[in-house]
């Protein structure tokens, strides 16, 4: 008996699951194209752009000049990135603009879907209910602001969002295709510096380094690729470090992490100190991955939350990536059948900061776009401040009998 494609696409639940959030998010690029300017990513198109044409990357025209969603006052923002966060969107450059950005609204609405379906089903210890997960879905929404922030600004987050996920799902079956990929990370390196010490103490837990291999490789593919476009790549970035204030910038923006916050409170602003607190966490990731031979980013699920929160800075958008947090949670409010005294109390209590940090979100969003007034990155840090103690106190730990999908 033969069988069309499609019955051959879509012969497992999660396969089907997929096609749907496939579905769901061409719906949403579609019904966003005129609304969502998406300039970070029309920049690192240009970028990429100039990359693969042989010229400076960090030489960019004004936004004006490209995209069409500009006013007088877009400001005439760079990549500031090393050359190989481009790698990534190269595919992206080889399309006129108009479509690539249709391209990036379907996947940045399509990661945090996906993101969704893999970290709550692997914290469900027990079969799954449609009709018990609904209302938690219905209390738990600033994910999903999150993500559409991400998609009007054009963040590169769910690049790294998706990284994330294909090191979770492949690093025990697939290491070596786990560590290639996640080498796309490296577009927000500063904030996922435990997780690299994760992957190095799980590593050598286990004396397989098929997942170092991968990563190595990933890096050794990228920069051949960039030096292959641009031979002098990497001196042009260096350059810019030289010359640019940007990056000197970073260090005295009030945005959404902890050691920003505090450094401007305390007036302590130098990088070390803004990276101080996410070296020190590493080390602590690194010696939970060597002990338990797991990686302890993901177990507890808080981990990753912290991860982001201890990084030297962090936009708004930036929490998406917390989407095993988000996950454990789902699955805890919606398909936890543990109901006993303690357990209900932690529930409940975790249900009252969730509400809380929903309706901060929804309160900031909609400031920023009813009213016009500026978002300030800063506040999200209490969006983190929030959810953190949620997470902490259901403790949320990889299932190890999954429901089949």
Known sequence: ??????????????????FFYLLVSAAF??????TFPVLDFSIYWQAARHLISGMNPYALPHPSTYVRYTTAE???LLVWSNPLV??????FALLPLEHARELYLIFAFFVPLAASDIFCRAYIYHQPRMLRSLPALAVFFSPFLLACYAAFTGSMTPFALAALCVLFAWHAKHPFLAGAVFTVSLLRAHQLLPVYAAVLGYTLAYRR????????AGLLVSCAVVLAFQPQAFTMYLLMLRVDEAPRILTGITNASLPSALGHFFQLKHPAVLL????VFSVLIFWQSLKAKQLAVFSPSFNMLLCLMLAPYLWAHDYLQAAPV???LYAALAFSQDNSGPRSLRKSSSLLLICAADILCL??????LCFGQRLDEWTFLFFGLLILPSSMLLNNQPASNRPPD
């Open 1 to 18: 008996m033969t069988h069309g494609i499609g019955e051959i696409l879509l012969q497992t639940a999660r396969q089907r699951r997929f």
């Open 29 to 34: 690029a579609a019904a966003s194209w005129n």
């Open 74 to 76: 877009t400001p005439h």
């Open 86 to 91: 481009l790698v990534p969107v190269i595919p």
């Open 209 to 216: 380094f098929r997942l170092i291999a991968g990563l190595s």
């Open 276 to 279: 101080a607190p996410s070296a």
């Open 326 to 328: 988000y996950g454990a």
């Open 363 to 368: 309160v900031l969003f909609a400031r920023w």
